[in-house]
């Protein structure tokens, strides 16, 4: 698909927050792009009255025309210190990463009150809706309004997404992972997640656009799981060289006993050491992390 970088401004020229949404960082998950263009034209619709300004963004622009996940490697993993403070283009998610950079630069030069953000992804494998939260700024209490799955501790193991970046420069928020990528209620979870995103931060009043309420009770009251909260316990990263299949049959957030059987790595089994809960098992041909362990915790 094609997209531009902006896909959509939206304010009622009021003082208030900046919800800064971004959508297509894979290039293979169109959901939440396609999402936030029905927002948008709802929005210039009905025109509701908001507090602040909503920003939708567009990721990987060039892997999403590709309907590919990446070009040269992952644009979740190049948010690093290093990368930031460089500013070379070493590939072509590089140059992405720093487009996207400025896009949030120039906005942010305006006086907003707070800044939110909100980062739109789907799953290789079947998936209930949920929340990746890392535990700094008020990103945790602030994802505990929103009624799904919440999995602490994802951005703390892997460095270089762009929720870690978004975090570390001061602006709370989240990763919301909507569903399996070819899945329809992927785009009706990232649509109903949008408008509570923009009723928690921005005070829309929901009842003022014309989708209501179906395009959020989709999500909160048909889609979503009820709120529980997760931790991380371990990630079984990927050699570049190495061959790995996981077992079939695996969703998010499946369980899964001590002995059991995830996965064949290099001819070798890889057998689980807990009773838990597996998360993102991965079953397509890109990225490095084969599989997460996480159990669940008290919440907030």
Request: with cysteine; hydrophobic share 35%; proline share 3%.
């Amino acid at each position: 698909m094609e997209v531009d970088r902006i896909i959509g401004k939206y304010s009622s020229d009021k003082k208030g927050p900046l919800l800064f949404i971004t959508a297509g960082i894979h290039g293979n998950e169109p959901s939440g792009v396609k999402a936030l263009q029905k927002v948008f034209k709802e929005l210039n619709k009905t025109k509701p009255i908001i507090n602040g300004t909503v920003l939708g963004v567009a990721g990987n622009k060039k892997a999403l025309k590709e309907g590919v996940r990446y070009i040269d490697e992952d644009l979740n993993r190049t948010w690093t210190k290093e990368n930031i403070s460089s500013r070379v283009e070493k590939s072509h998610e590089h140059k992405e990463m720093y487009e996207i950079m400025k896009v949030l630069e120039d906005e942010s030069r305006e006086a907003f009150t707070e800044r939110y953000f909100l980062d739109c992804h789907t799953t290789s494998s079947a998936s209930l809706p949920f929340i990746s939260v890392q535990e700094v700024n008020d990103n945790d209490v602030w994802a505990h309004l929103f009624p799904t799955y919440i999995v602490r501790g994802f951005s703390d193991i892997i460095t270089g997404d762009i929720d870690h970046y978004l975090s570390r420069i001061g602006i709370t928020g989240f990763v919301f992972e909507a569903g399996q990528h070819t899945s329809d209620e992927a785009q009706e979870n990232h649509e109903g997640m949008i408008w509570l995103a923009l009723e928690k931060a921005c005070d829309l009043n929901l009842e003022e656009i014309s989708c209501y309420p179906e395009c959020v009770t989709k999500f909160s009251e048909e889609n979503a799981p009820d709120q529980k909260t997760f931790e991380i316990l371990y990630r079984h990263e990927l050699d570049e060289k190495v061959s790995f299949a996981m077992e079939s049959g695996f969703e998010n957030f499946s369980k899964i006993t001590k002995g059991q059987l995830l996965a064949k790595e290099n001819g070798h089994k890889v057998i689980s050491k807990w009773d838990a809960h597996i998360f993102m098992p991965l079953y397509q041909t890109q990225g490095n992390d084969g599989f997460f362990v996480i159990k669940e915790v008290s919440g907030s």
